[in-house]
């Protein structure tokens, strides 16, 4: 079996896991969109809220990224199946791109209802120079989030108290993306600066996800050999 | 595919990697140590196993069983001394030895929210097996029909455990370690385990097995080691020996 097919066959298990159990779509979402609309109330400021919309939009999908990672192990060693897949001889950086595919799958689409939320209650709007480079945060973010949650969700999978551990490891390390994406966001949505000023940001965003992809590949099998 | 026989065919001809001569021992373990932490769960362990045989380890718990099978499996480090499986060295080659072994564990492996079917046919294809192979595995533990529509989450502790096994046979193990694996089935199911093992061993396969139930094991077993802190106590019938073993004290001093 080749080493794409094995990435493949392991995300499109995750994604059918997902599928068949609901918990990003009836959880995760709504608990997203419910950490949106509370800050609206919280802020209560139309003007200050259409300014800060795509940092909210990025803590939102941060809060979430870490019930996701949680709940992508928490289908690996509920019964033993990653010693399973350790056994089966799956290759560990094919594990840990099918896992980040399927986490980054889950995390555009997360992201994509966000930023129609900021729009809707927030009255956010779209440059159409913007749409490019929110296109591009949207999916280097997506992926350097998938990646980092992979590799430190990994990490955690085998620690006692993983549920309080993996925020403490795992936000710290997210805070370039958090940064690098709103500012990206915001400058695609005008709310702060020009479209020009928002692409280092993704720049970084996607500089950040490069890193933690090739350094996933490399530091997955130790970590879940551990 | 009828029977094991024919899963264990198609992998010879689809792997022959760590293909090992049928006079050639299935595990050849020389003083082999294993810590877990800093304990040394093994102890100097030697044996020999040959292809096709079924041989049960029985012992209290905490001796070493579920540590043996795993050592066997290339999921843990040899500490100490030699160790072949498959033809696979355990020092350097545990990688390459990992997808001919099939462990059923105290857990099944199996995602609970995915269908009988979808999990037999996911650990099939992790090993490229045909869809008439995965049918035939289903087929063959009676989870054909409306089981395998079934999420796993719903089904008992004994279809479970069933379940986990027609994913071994789907993946085309040549050495099978079962810890305890008859729990949670019912005497059917039982009966079910023990003829698929005799099959699986005579069709080449080979199986180790730890169970503490010695009605079900002992008629099952063309060998037996008795296995207390980490050492063999002693052995009966078949072609496995038992070599010289050293104390737990000395193990843990020599690393």
């Given at each position: 079996m080749t080493w794409w097919r094995t990435a493949w066959l392991i995300a499109r298990r995750d994604l059918l896991v997902e599928w068949r159990s609901r918990v990003a779509l009836n959880q995760v979402f709504p608990f997203a969109g419910i950490v949106m609309v509370m800050f609206g109330f919280a802020i209560d400021d139309t003007r200050l809220m259409e300014s800060i919309a795509p940092g909210l939009v990025m803590v939102a999908t941060m809060f979430s990224l870490l019930v996701l990672v949680q709940r992508s192990f928490a289908l690996e060693s509920e019964d033993g199946a990653l010693d399973a897949l350790r056994t089966a001889g799956v290759s560990s950086s094919a594990l840990f791109w099918g896992k980040s595919i399927a986490l980054a799958a889950q995390l555009a689409a997360l992201q994509a209802l966000l930023i129609v939320l900021a729009v809707v209650l927030y009255g956010s709007s779209v440059r159409p120079a913007g749409a490019p480079l929110l296109v591009a945060t949207w999916l280097s973010g997506s992926w350097g989030l998938a990646t980092v949650g992979t590799l430190y969700g990994g990490l955690a999978a085998g620690a006692r108290g993983r549920e309080t551990l993996l925020p403490l490891l795992l936000l710290p390390v997210v805070a370039p993306v958090l940064i690098g994406a709103t500012r990206a966001v915001e400058a695609a949505l005008g709310a702060r600066g020009t479209v020009v000023d928002g692409w280092p940001w993704m720049g970084l965003v996607a500089v950040f996800a490069v890193v933690f992809c090739v350094g996933g590949t490399l530091a997955f099998g130790p970590l879940i050999e551990e | 595919m009828d029977t094991v026989a024919d899963g264990a065919d198609a992998a010879k001809g689809a792997d022959p990697v760590g293909a090992v001569a049928?006079?050639?021992?299935?595990v050849v373990l020389d003083d082999a140590v294993a810590v877990l932490g800093r304990f040394p769960a093994l102890a100097g362990i030697s044996i020999t196993v040959h292809r096709g045989e079924i041989v049960w380890l029985r012992g209290p718990n905490g001796a070493g069983k579920t540590t043996l099978l795993r050592l066997c499996a290339g999921l843990?480090?040899?500490?100490r001394g030699t160790g072949r499986v498959l033809g696979c060295d355990l020092a350097t080659e545990r990688d390459r030895l990992r997808p001919l072994v099939g462990v059923l564990g105290?857990?099944?492996?199996?995602?609970?929210?995915?269908t009988v079917a979808e999990n037999v046919a996911f650990w099939g294809d992790t090993v490229g097996a045909a869809a008439t192979e995965v049918a035939a595995a289903l087929e063959r533990l009676g989870?054909?029909?409306?089981?395998?529509?079934?999420?796993?989450?719903?089904?008992s502790a004994g279809q479970q455990r069933r379940t986990a096994i027609a994913c071994l046979i789907a993946r085309r193990a040549e050495l099978w370690l079962l810890d305890?694996?008859?729990?949670?089935?019912?005497a059917a199911g039982r009966d079910d385990v023990d003829a698929l093992l005799r099959q699986a061993a005579a069709s080449g396969a080979t199986v180790m097995v730890a169970s503490h139930e010695y009605e079900r094991a002992g008629p099952l077993a063309t060998a037996v080691f008795d296995i207390r802190g980490g050492t063999v106590m002693g052995t009966a019938g078949g072609s496995v020996t038992a070599g010289a073993v050293a104390s737990p004290r000395d193990a843990g001093r020599d690393r």
């Open positions: - | 049928p006079a050639d021992p299935v843990l480090p040899l500490a105290h857990r099944n492996g199996l995602y609970l929210d995915l989870l054909a029909d409306r089981l395998a529509l079934l999420p796993v989450r719903r089904l305890e694996p008859h729990s949670g089935l019912d």
